[in-house]
């Protein structure tokens, strides 16, 4: 056996033990630790393809997509047809598609609520000008003039003179009942 040989071996073993380490401190959630030990691994053997596959879902538990998919890319420069790497590239590229649908969606849903509540807004301004104008029309339309004031109390003083001239002259038999004269016309709106 050449030197060589032995030295591949004995760093094999060590990156499997490393390895071993690593995955343990994962199972139990340590992170950290796990990244440690694989990355030990790692130099121990450059072309450990699981202890990277690891790896590369450790930096995807801690939030660190980029650091994955460069794992999950150089294994599969290594070694094509490693399908481990393969499926976890592609549900990153999976999950990475439903976050932007989400966000686009999300996005969509605030776009559409600014929307409606600038409607919303829209309709009640028309709705108060709208109210405004009406209400100024028909307090226009009620209001009576100085003019027609006048007309009515000439009206009522002239009625009133007729009323104390008939009570106040004798009847005479024969003599026709005095009429009311009818109240004058009213205007319509003035401008």
């Known amino acids: ?4 040989e032995t030295w591949d071996r004995a760093g094999s073993e060590a990156a499997r033990t490393s390895f071993n380490h690593g995955l343990e401190q994962a199972k139990a959630g340590a992170w950290a630790e796990a990244v440690a030990e694989l990355e030990i691994a790692l ?3 450059p072309h450990y ?6 790896l590369g879902k450790v930096y995807l538990r801690q939030g660190h997509g980029e650091r994955a998919e460069a794992c999950w890319r150089q294994t599969l420069a290594e070694n094509p047809n490693d399908v481990t790497a393969q499926q976890c590239l592609q549900s990153l590229s999976a999950v990475r598609y439903r976050a932007r649908t989400a966000a686009d969606s999300e996005g969509l849903f605030r776009v559409a609520v600014l929307a409606l509540g600038l409607v919303i807004l829209i309709w ?21 003039t ?10 009522l003083s002239e009625e009133r003179g007729r009323q104390a001239a008939a009570t106040s ?12 004269s009818p109240l004058p016309a009213a205007r319509g709106p003035s401008p």
């Open 146 to 155: 100085q003019e027609e004031i006048r007309d009515l109390r000439r009206h």
């Open 1 to 4: 056996m050449k030197l060589n």
């Open 49 to 54: 393809g699981k202890a990277r596959n690891v």
């Open 124 to 144: 009640i301004y028309s709705f108060g000008k709208e109210m405004r104008e009406s209400n100024r029309a028909a307090e226009e339309r009620s209001r009576i």
């Open 169 to 180: 002259a004798p009847e005479t038999p024969g003599s026709a009942e005095t009429t009311p």
């Open 43 to 45: 130099r121990q053997d």
